[in-house]
């Protein structure tokens, strides 16, 4: 069997997909991946043997150019343009396809296993995109709903009526050049009839909606198995555990220094501090010793060793954390992560900061909250329920739909 597992955007998009191809192998399927062509995701595969497809233009730099919102269309029309080319050549004799990562490129991807004419799966690493008439949808940068507007379902029409301007065009343009009728609704081409949701039930319970037939599969995670550097496990063991803080992808557009203020708030706590570069570029201020600047580095080992973790509140990043049992501080930048910043404060198991610039007495005040010895303990109990089959779930699933799609051999 063969699987393409296709995505665009940034390491939380790309990470759950490592895990995946990791167990699809282990059951017999050769695995290949697209995704953008940053080092840091060709570095990743290569590291568990599982080949990069590079599609499209850098997702880094593409994150940290920041485009205007009025710029969105012509950026989705490429990264459209270029699914048809990279993953056409890609899924040449798979059996399935599973698309996630931004809209654009999931619809274009689906859309060349609907030309291949193999079996395609849908998913999204957090839910706050499936249509849910108890909650509003996510806005997009520049087309904020009319504030009248207060009926969920009417804005969820509108949500969807929204992505068919900004992306509908290119996709049925690229669409239209392979023989493939025009999509009307964009959005519910892409979610599909049975989409799957790659979280934690307990960290993102999924609530039933009579619409969508969800299937939550739990997060794919793949066991982390690389050391820490040596100079790391020294400075860990140096003295009482740290604080982490890191944004991840998140080029941290402020001009603030997250990292200086960062650094002080933790001092403040009587804490030393591991600060990680990330797409922010974070970098420490100073030669002081009560502080240590990591690059890629083993999270799920050095969650396990801090007494905090601040962060941006992707779902990679928070699933890890709240795994670990660290407590959070969670800064969120935008899009899902407010909502993740709110599964950890209505958990107990940290701090939702407001607002995505910490200054030196909100962070203070966030990290207060998180070292106290109640919040440990919360997250202590909150992580022993955290499944870890995630991966496993979604490959036997895959797989066993492969399977039942196959005609019976004759004797």
Not at 113 to 134: D, N, Y
Not at 236 to 256: I, K, R, W
Not at 269 to 290: F, H, M, P, T
Request: proline share 9%.
């Amino acid at each position: 069997m063969r699987v393409l597992l296709s995505t665009y955007g940034s390491r939380g998009d790309v990470e759950p997909l490592v895990g995946l191809a990791v167990q699809l192998r282990a059951v017999g399927a050769q695995v290949r991946v697209c995704a953008p062509p940053d080092e840091d995701f060709v570095q990743r595969l290569a590291g568990v043997g599982v080949p990069l497809v590079p599609v499209g233009p850098s997702a880094r730099a593409l994150t940290k150019a920041a485009p205007p919102p009025s710029s969105m269309p012509r950026y989705a029309a490429e990264v459209i343009a270029s699914q048809f080319g990279a993953v056409t050549a890609a899924a040449e004799g798979c059996d399935a396809l599973v698309a996630t990562g931004m809209m654009p490129a999931a619809a274009g991807a689906l859309s060349v296993a609907e030309k291949l004419g193999i079996r395609s799966v849908s998913v999204t690493f957090q839910q706050l995109t499936l249509p849910a008439p108890h909650r509003r949808p996510l806005a997009y940068p520049g087309r904020a709903f009319p504030p009248e507007v207060t009926d969920n379902r009417v804005l969820w029409d509108l949500d969807a009526q929204s992505i068919n301007v900004l992306f509908g065009e290119a996709l049925n343009t690229n669409r239209a050049s392979i023989g493939l009728p025009p999509v009307d609704n964009v959005r519910d081409f892409v979610i599909g009839d049975r989409p799957w949701l790659a979280t934690d039930p307990v960290l993102d319970p999924w609530r039933e909606t009579p619409d969508l037939d969800v299937v939550q599969t739990g997060a794919w995670v793949l066991p982390d198995e690389r050391p820490l550097p040596a100079e790391l496990v020294a400075f860990l063991d140096a003295g009482t555990p740290p604080v982490y803080v890191g944004f991840g992808s998140m080029p941290m557009h402020t001009s603030t220094d997250v990292a200086q203020v960062a650094v002080e708030a933790i001092r403040a706590q009587g804490r030393r501090a591991v600060v990680a570069g990330g797409w922010a570029d974070l970098a420490l201020i100073g030669e002081r010793d009560d502080c240590f600047a990591v690059g890629e580095v083993n999270q799920q080992a050095l969650f396990g060793r801090v007494a905090a973790v601040v962060h941006h509140g992707g779902a990679g990043t928070t699933t890890t954390a709240t795994r670990a049992g660290a407590p959070q501080v969670v800064v969120p930048q935008g899009v899902d992560q407010p909502y993740w910043a709110a599964r950890v404060a209505d958990l107990g198991i940290g701090t939702a900061h407001d607002g995505p610039t910490p200054t030196f007495e909100s962070l203070a005040a966030a990290l207060g909250t998180a070292l106290a010895p109640e919040t440990r303990a919360r997250a202590t109990d909150v992580a022993a329920t955290i499944r870890t089959d995630g991966a496993t779930v979604a490959a036997k699933l895959l797989l066993g739909a492969i399977s039942r799609d196959r005609p019976p051999v004759s004797a």
